[in-house]
């Protein structure tokens, strides 16, 4: 697979500075859109075993991410750049 674009990879930087400085905390469902943006970006699919037991936290974490396999990480990066836009206008 191709390396993502310079520019690509410094807006998905910029982008992961802005998620931290939004002034009010988003909601559980925007945060798992961005947990698992980020993730497929920068560690690709899912892996690993499903968290189980009493991590609920954990295992939403592993769904939402899980819910990406396939999408490349320049797609990934690209909606998780999107959604801080989208955060950091309302």
């Known amino acids: 697979m191709a390396a993502a674009p310079k520019d690509l990879i410094a807006k998905f ?52 991410w899980a819910k990406l396999k396939g999408m490349s990480k320049d797609d990934a990066m690209q909606n998780y750049i999107k959604q801080v836009e989208r955060l950091n206008r309302e």
Request: aromatic share 10%; proline share 4%.
């Open 13 to 64: 930087e910029a982008a992961a500075v802005a998620a931290k400085q939004t002034k009010r905390r988003p909601d559980n469902a925007t945060l798992l859109k961005l947990y698992s943006y980020y993730k497929q970006a920068t560690d690709g699919d899912a892996k690993g075993d499903r968290p189980g037991g009493f991590d609920f936290v954990g295992a939403a974490k592993h769904d939402a």
